[in-house]
């Protein structure tokens, strides 16, 4: 965010703080979950005389901006902050991030306030002429143990 004051006794046109996202990849897997390391930050605080392990209660549709977090191995759900830090993802499945409190739109785009959405060929802001719908039935001649080698042995990522 960028901040400024007025320095003159005359009222300054426009907002006196401005927001806008500082990177538009997602962090690495590794970095973990915003809202988790925030209510983890509270696992050596007492609360109600105990130290509890936190762990976050996400998309809550009344206050998704707010940090709720639940004591691992009990149904105690508890707001330990009544908002999250700025960034903090007001839904797993959405880009939407919550600033000063408030959920605020973020596009495909990754940009603060955009409303750019995916086509149907997932492509950003796309018109949707990437890609085709194939329609029809397939039959495999493999068992299902082969089809299930091939699989593996095509697959992008670890399975």
């Known amino acids: 965010y960028s901040l400024r004051r007025c320095l003159s006794s005359k009222t300054c046109e426009g907002r006196n703080i401005r927001?806008?996202?500082?990177?538009?990849?997602?962090?690495?897997?590794e970095a973990g979950d915003f809202r988790a390391q925030q209510c983890s930050a509270h696992n050596d605080v007492k609360y109600q005389g105990q130290f509890y392990e936190w762990l976050p209660v996400s998309n809550d549709p009344d206050n998704p901006c707010s940090l709720k977090c639940q004591a691992r191995g009990t149904s105690l759900v508890v707001e330990l902050a009544p908002k999250v830090l700025d960034g903090t993802r007001c839904y797993t499945e959405s880009l939407d991030m919550c600033i000063s409190g408030l959920c605020q739109i973020v596009g495909c785009d990754h940009q603060l306030g955009s409303a750019v959405k995916e086509d149907n060929c997932g492509v950003c802001n796309g018109d949707g002429s990437t890609c085709r719908l194939v329609r029809g039935q397939y039959k495999s001649q493999l068992s299902a143990s082969k089809r299930k080698l091939l699989l593996l042995a095509n697959c992008p990522f670890p399975v």
């Open 19 to 29: 927001y806008r996202t500082c990177s538009n990849v997602d962090c690495p897997p």
